[in-house]
């Protein structure tokens, strides 16, 4: 499986993007997706995931209420839609999978996700 994220950019304080990472390969069923940022200097971060599956989420608090994951089973992608964008959002922006079975809850530790596409940059001017 390879992962292409895309849609990152420049965008005003309290603006949107949505972001999408597209897969070359299937994603099964019980597959976790999720979305990781890096600031350079500073640790990746955890910001929201979705099982393939049903489409349950989990959100950083940082973005809660903010930011949305879905996804799009025909097209075999994910999307993550920012919206009230601040400059601390800025950073580079990563999609992941991890292989799951049908019980493992969702998770916001990087270590558990094993494939990872390529970054998209993500920048907030205020």
């Known amino acids: 499986v390879q992962l292409q994220a895309s849609g990152g950019g420049l965008v005003q304080a309290g603006g949107s993007l949505r972001l999408s990472c597209a897969s070359s390969?299937?994603?099964?069923?019980?597959?976790?997706i999720g979305w990781f940022r890096q600031v350079p200097g500073q640790e990746r971060e955890f910001v929201a995931v979705?099982?393939?599956?049903?489409?349950?989420?989990y959100y950083a608090d940082s973005v809660k209420g903010r930011f949305f994951v879905s996804r799009d089973a025909a097209k075999n992608t994910v999307y993550l839609q920012m919206n009230g964008l601040k400059s601390e959002d800025t950073a580079v922006y990563y999609c992941?999978?991890?292989?799951?079975?049908?019980?493992?809850?969702?998770?916001?530790?990087?270590?558990?996700?094993?494939?990872w596409g390529q970054g998209t940059q993500v920048t907030v001017s205020s």
């Open positions: 979705i099982n393939w599956r049903g489409g349950k989420t």
């Open positions: 390969g299937p994603i099964f069923s019980n597959d976790h």
């Open positions: 992941a999978t991890r292989r799951s079975d049908r019980a493992t809850p969702l998770s916001s530790f990087e270590s558990y996700y094993h494939e």
